[in-house]
C-alpha cells in the first residue's frame, strides 16, 4: 500500500472510494429500474444506501482542499482508490448477489463498508502527520458505524 503524504492526499483517496460507491449503486438502481424492479424492497435498500453514500461523499469533499501535486501523483492516487473497493464493479457485485435480494445486497454492502475500514485504518499507520492520522481514524470509525446499522438491517 501507497504511503499517503498528507491530509489532502488522504481526502482525496476517501472522496474517490465514496464516488465511486455512489457510482456503483447509481448504476445498480438503473438496472432495477430498467427490469422494472422500482417497487420491490430491494430497489428501495439500494436507494437508501446511494443516499448515505452521498451523504459521506459531501461530508469528506467539504473536508477536502485540494491537492497540489503533480497530475501524475493524482492520477496514482485515483488508481489505489479504484482499486480499494467494489473490485470487479457492478458485474462483480451482482455476482456476489448485490441485486438478487434484501439479505444479499446488504451483505455485499456490509463486506465493502468492512473493507474501507479496513484501507483507511492502514493508510492511518502510513501516516507521519497526526492530522491525517485522526482523520483517517475518525472515518474508519464511521464506515464501522455504517457496517454496524447495515448489520443490524440483516437482523431485522
Same mark, same amino acid.
Given at each position: ?14 472522496? /474517490?472510494?465514496?464516488? =465511486?460507491?455512489?457510482? &456503483?449503486?447509481?448504476? #445498480?438502481?438503473? !438496472? %432495477?429500474?430498467?427490469? @422494472? ?31 497540489? /501535486?503533480?497530475?501524475? =501523483?493524482?492520477?496514482? &492516487?485515483?488508481?489505489? #482508490?479504484?482499486? !480499494? %473497493?467494489?473490485?470487479? @464493479? ?67
Amino acid at each position: 500500500m501507497m504511503q499517503i503524504q498528507s491530509t489532502q492526499e488522504a481526502l482525496f483517496i476517501v472522496a /474517490e472510494m465514496e464516488r =465511486r460507491a455512489v457510482q &456503483l449503486y447509481e448504476r #445498480a438502481l438503473l !438496472l %432495477l429500474r430498467d427490469q @422494472g424492479r422500482e417497487g420491490e424492497p430491494l430497489y428501495a435498500m439500494l436507494l437508501h444506501t446511494c443516499e448515505d453514500e452521498r451523504s459521506h461523499l459531501r461530508q469528506f469533499e467539504a473536508r477536502y482542499g485540494g491537492l497540489t /501535486e503533480t497530475v501524475e =501523483r493524482q492520477l496514482i &492516487l485515483s488508481a489505489i #482508490a479504484d482499486g !480499494l %473497493l467494489f473490485e470487479g @464493479g457492478l458485474m462483480q457485485a451482482v455476482r456476489k448477489g448485490m441485486l438478487q435480494d434484501v439479505p444479499g445486497m446488504l451483505r455485499y454492502a456490509a463486506g465493502e463498508e468492512e473493507r474501507a475500514a479496513a484501507a483507511y485504518r492502514a493508510f492511518a499507520l502510513q501516516c507521519q502527520d497526526e492530522e491525517t492520522r485522526g482523520i483517517l481514524h475518525a472515518i474508519a470509525a464511521e464506515e464501522d458505524r455504517h457496517l454496524q446499522a447495515l448489520r443490524e438491517s440483516q437482523e431485522t
